[in-house]
């Protein structure tokens, strides 16, 4: 049996299996990834995600055919300054950059400044099809927004970019204010990636941290209640929940059609996203014969 993924979910996941708390060797993951991509649920993955850093250091070389046509996407976190020498690096080994992501500020510090920055150096990646500024969701983020909407209103290819968990409590915004950033992309027309602490697909407590994770599907029908005119309200509601069905009955009737405003989130894991999509029944498992 061949099942395709819905068009809701396509490129849902992007491989981030090198990134914690995974921490593939390289090697693993480039050999992981062209199963995933060969895979029935291959419509389901992004890019492989790999740091600037890695790149630049040629970790990448000898690792690639050069015929091979192995798509990544670069994430910056040598900064803004790291990303062209990485860029550079991956013509040579036949490697093509779908996006690149990098954060243009520390919360707290304006990213203004950061945003232009990283607008400069997107007039030297022709080839690159989306740029992600990720945005603490702290001082500054509207006018940040704001930014972001006038650059891509003139062509621009960047969008937004938010952190959604990680080591430290601060670093999980709330249902409320993760609701407003997405009523922002919203009213401004401006696409979003999320990254960090999405790791099951309805929002749960983490008993060894103590930390409340969003989950996937929650933010797939809060995304999808926003694209539909729906106020902070409504979105908060539909982040909040535990429950997997008001979830299902905000996608399982949209799944044909393309996913609105959110372009996915990164996992260190592909199979379990998928297997928790298999079990909400918004994927049905299947095998090539």
Not at 235 to 262: K, Q
Request: one cysteine or more.
């Amino acid at each position: 049996m061949s099942t395709q993924v819905p068009a809701l979910l396509d490129g849902l996941v992007d491989d981030a299996a090198v990134f914690p708390p995974g921490s593939a060797a390289l090697p693993d993951a480039l050999a992981a990834h062209r199963r995933h991509r060969a895979a029935w649920y291959a419509h389901l993955v992004g890019p492989l995600l790999v740091p600037a850093s890695t790149v630049a250091a040629g970790e990448l070389t000898g690792l690639v055919d050069f015929g091979e046509g192995l798509v990544v996407g670069l994430i910056g976190d040598t900064g803004t300054g790291g990303l062209p020498a990485a860029l550079s690096r991956l013509a040579p080994d036949g490697v093509t950059a779908r996006q690149v992501e990098v954060a243009v500020a520390r919360r707290g510090e304006d990213p203004l400044p950061g945003i232009a920055e990283l607008l400069r150096l997107i007039d030297a990646m022709p080839d690159v099809e989306a740029v992600y500024a990720e945005l603490p969701l702290t001082f500054g983020l509207m006018g940040a927004l704001d930014a972001l909407a006038a650059a891509r209103a003139e062509g621009v290819p960047v969008a937004a970019k938010f952190r959604t968990g990680g080591l430290a409590a601060e670093l999980f915004p709330t249902p409320a204010e993760l609701a407003a950033v997405i009523c922002a992309c919203r009213d401004r027309d401006l696409p979003f990636k999320l990254t960090a602490g999405l790791h099951q697909a309805v929002r749960h407590l983490d008993p060894e941290t103590g930390f409340t994770h969003h989950g996937y599907a929650n933010v797939l029908a809060a995304t999808l209640a926003a694209a539909e005119g729906g106020g902070v309200r409504a979105v908060t509601e539909l982040l909040t929940v535990a429950d997997p069905r008001p979830l299902l009955e905000h996608t399982s009737g949209r799944l044909d059609a393309p996913r609105p405003l959110w372009v996915g989130f990164g996992s260190c894991s592909i199979l379990e996203p998928l297997t928790d999509l298999i079990r909400l029944g918004l994927v049905n498992g299947g095998y090539d014969a």
